[in-house]
């Protein structure tokens, strides 16, 4: 996250507050309470600075980057006959999966000759019985043009929403922790992984285990998005780094002579 | 009318960075830094730098690993002078360097003076 | 509609089949890999896998097998350490991330790393003093510095505590400065500390 000048105010404030919050008589001993991540500071560090709300169509670059970019380097480099997988997770209450699957169905102009499963997966059993359930705010469709709303969505009441059916019925939903191989496992392989904002809350051991089950996850060639404020290269270096016109992603390295 | 020489410092060690920032700017030079090979690396191209200063022992790209890398890259780059320290002052560490591309090799911690004459040295610059 | 859903292709078995000392010397990366990570957190896959790092050249099963050593605690430490000195950078930055892992979740380990007779285990192991708790950094390398006599070890303890020294660590900054005096680079690594230290916060009001 960057932060100019103008926001000083915005950002002396916060961290006044957890100063606060956290008992730290000076910076120096809130910084080292920081460093060391003393009782998960650096995840109420990033609560304080990060609107944690998921809505449609967020961070939709990365939608640009799979329809314009990923998914054409995925066909390319593999056989047909295997259909396209995608994953999302954490999902949340099913924001980002939907999403995925309506801006393929809108953008995608040959998304009607494959095959494209998504998944979509969180720890949260709570949140994902609101994903199977497929109903929506206001602020989550704020993103949406009305037409788009029209087209996928039936209204409940004045105030919400809910998705269509079959858009319902075409995304797959299950429980992961992400830390666990016996539970990453069992999803197999995809071709695209949505992964934002949930690595940075994990301590350095967890996350470096979460980027290896992420990394079997992946078919090789396979990409992994992340938020746009975190960066893979300081998480693992299983990843290579790919700088697309909408976005930066990150790869599993194609099949090479190295396996046996 | 001579210019100002570029340095590119490459150490992980912010007081040492400092250090050799304060030294070669009262000197003359411009400083340049970076705390790894691997961001010394991105900077690189396009910097113009007339001189590299690099720290053997590095975390994630030794200074071994970043010279041998900038010998492969295009010149001007591939060319520039490279001064490594260490603190290490054996014979095969000495040998090591050289093989590395290394024109020069300095024992840590250095003085503020042998800094200086050697960073003009290897820049070509007159004192 | 192109949007499916199917049970999916059968996921990879990823289970060691093979044992784990037998998949770490297969001639497949993949094998390895999966041998690597199965070992994580057991102690008596400590020194295998610290014997098979030396010889394993695919970055990700080296990514693996720290990870693996990274959560056994004080069994790591002892498989880890001589990677310390390995001519190999990367060994030596996946050792010294693994070690900050297990120094960050047992902080007695890393005393005994400041004292080593290996100039630069001390050098690295005073990096690793940033992942302690809090308060525990700067009375550690204070301790370092009143004994140390190598310069360099003594940089680096200085470098680590113009992050979180504080106003106790003067005095023995003094002291340091006053043994080091005929080395330029220390007496400014410990000015420029003390200046660190001494110097108001900037957000400390209210």
């Keep these: 996250m960057v932060f100019t000048e103008t926001k000083r105010y915005y950002v002396e404030r916060r961290v006044m507050e957890r100063m606060a919050a956290s008992g730290s008589g000076t910076f120096a001993s809130y910084f080292a309470r920081l460093r060391t991540d003393t009782q998960q500071e650096i995840e109420q560090f990033i609560n304080a600075f990060t609107v944690n709300e998921t809505y449609f169509y967020r961070e939709d670059h990365q939608l640009r980057c799979l329809t314009a970019d990923l998914l054409a380097e995925r066909l390319r480099t593999r056989p047909r006959e295997h259909g396209l997988r995608i994953w999302c997770v954490p999902c949340s209450t099913g924001e980002e999966p939907y999403s995925v699957a309506m801006w393929l169905l809108e953008n995608w102009p040959v998304v009607d000759q494959y095959e494209i499963e998504i998944l979509g997966s969180d720890i949260d059993t709570q949140a994902l019985q609101a994903c199977q359930r497929g109903v929506f705010g206001k602020r989550a469709l704020m993103r949406l043009t009305p037409a788009l709303i029209a087209r996928y969505f039936e209204p409940v009441d004045g105030e919400r929403w809910r998705i269509h059916d079959e858009l319902r019925q075409s995304v797959v939903f299950s429980r992961v922790n992400l830390v666990d191989s016996a539970e990453t496992r069992p999803h197999g392989q995809f071709d695209v992984i949505f992964c934002r904002n949930v690595l940075i809350y994990f301590d350095e051991a967890s996350r470096r285990v979460a980027a290896e089950n992420l990394f079997e996850n992946l078919r090789p060639g396979g990409f992994i998005c992340l938020g746009h404020t975190e960066s893979m290269s300081r998480i693992s270096p299983l990843f290579t780094v790919r700088r697309f016109a909408d976005a930066i992603v990150y790869q599993r390295p194609p099949e090479g002579a190295t396996d046996g | ?127 | 509609m192109p949007l499916v859903r199917r049970p999916g292709p059968p996921p990879q078995d990823l289970r060691a089949t093979a044992g784990i000392l037998e998949g770490l010397a297969s001639p497949s990366e993949e094998a390895r890999w999966i041998a690597a990570r199965a070992a994580a957190g057991i102690a008596d896959y400590a020194t295998p896998l610290a014997a098979a790092l030396g010889r394993e050249p695919a970055p990700r099963v080296r990514q693996a097998m720290f990870t693996s050593l990274s959560r056994m605690d004080s069994a790591g430490v002892g498989a880890v350490l001589p990677l310390l000195r390995s001519d190999d950078a990367g060994l030596r930055t996946g050792a010294l991330d693994a070690l900050r892992i297990m120094v960050r979740s047992s902080p007695e380990l890393l005393p005994p790393l400041l004292d080593d007779t290996d100039v630069d285990v001390s050098i690295l192991s005073c990096e690793l003093a940033r992942a302690l708790p809090a308060d525990a950094a700067p009375a550690l390398l204070c301790d370092l510095l009143r004994r140390e006599e190598d310069p360099n070890v003594c940089a680096a303890a200085v470098d680590v505590l113009a992050e979180v020294g504080q106003s106790e660590a003067l005095p023995v900054l003094a002291a340091c400065a006053l043994k080091f005096r005929d080395t330029p680079f220390l007496t400014f690594a410990i000015q420029v500390t003390v200046e660190r230290i001494s110097s108001p916060p900037p957000l400390a009001r209210a």
């Design chain 2, 1 to 127: 009318m001579a210019e100002r020489k570029t340095v590119l410092v490459v150490d992980d060690a912010s007081l040492v960075r400092l250090y050799y920032r304060t030294t070669l700017e009262a000197a003359g030079f411009n400083v340049e830094e970076a705390l790894n090979g691997l961001e010394a690396l991105e900077k690189l191209p396009g910097l113009g730098a007339d001189l590299l200063i690099v720290d053997i022992n590095m975390p994630q790209m030794d200074g071994f690993s970043f010279l041998a890398a900038t010998r492969q890259m295009d010149a001007p780059v591939a060319g520039t002078p490279a001064l490594l320290t260490s603190t290490e002052s054996r014979e095969a560490d000495f040998e090591a360097a050289r093989v590395a591309g290394a024109n020069y090799y300095l024992v840590k911690p250095v003085s503020q003076q042998t800094l200086v004459e050697v960073a003009s040295m290897l820049c070509g610059v007159r004192r």
